[in-house]
């Protein structure tokens, strides 16, 4: 035995108006007026290089490090590390609250980034491999303050990935 909520085709579909025009009720009932917001998922929210922050590129090769812009203002400050050499290179930086900040060994025409927070100092920046730094492959970075509030002794962050 069939039964039908709606005695005719013409009755079920003045019933799923009645449906759509109920929810549209709703939905827009609990609106602001504005348009929604995305959530957005893991993959479209900035990284910490996306975000407020200074870039330097750093060239590596046999046996030199140049820096590009050579200053920086403190606060997180993404190093983009280009190893423009015919052998393997990697960065390493140390200075005020900073001690073990490195990138991975980068191949030859590899590229890599360091983000790390600073503090207004002195920094020194060196390849860690074999006998780089002492060849040559060894800078200083001076990092001014920004007028705003310094991260706090051991708030300095590192993270390095690899690209």
């Known amino acids: 035995m069939a039964v039908h909520c709606f005695p005719?085709?013409?009755g079920a579909r003045e019933g799923l108006r009645f449906?759509?025009?109920a929810?549209?009720?709703?939905?827009?009932a609990c609106s602001n007026g504005s348009a929604p917001t995305p959530t957005p998922t893991p993959?479209?929210?900035p990284s910490a290089s996306a975000r407020a922050g200074t870039t330097i590129t750093v060239t590596e090769k046999e046996y030199s490090l140049a820096l590009s812009p050579a200053q920086?203002?403190?606060?997180t400050v993404t190093f983009v590390v280009d190893n423009a050499g015919t052998v393997a290179h990697s960065l390493a930086i140390?200075?005020?609250?900073?001690?073990n900040a490195h990138t991975s060994t980068i191949a030859p025409g590899g590229r890599a980034r360091l983000t790390v927070a600073?503090?207004?100092g002195s920094y020194e920046l060196w390849c860690p491999i074999a006998k780089h730094k002492e060849l040559g492959m060894d800078t200083h970075l001076q990092v001014r303050g920004n007028g705003s509030a310094s991260p706090t002794p051991g708030s300095a962050a590192a993270s390095a990935t690899k690209h």
């Open 72 to 75: 920086a203002t403190s606060g």
């Open 23 to 28: 929810a549209l009720t709703a939905a827009t």
């Open 43 to 45: 993959s479209a929210t």
């Open 94 to 99: 140390a200075g005020p609250g900073v001690s």
């Open 19 to 21: 449906l759509a025009l």
């Open 118 to 120: 600073l503090r207004p």
């Open 8 to 10: 005719s085709p013409r």
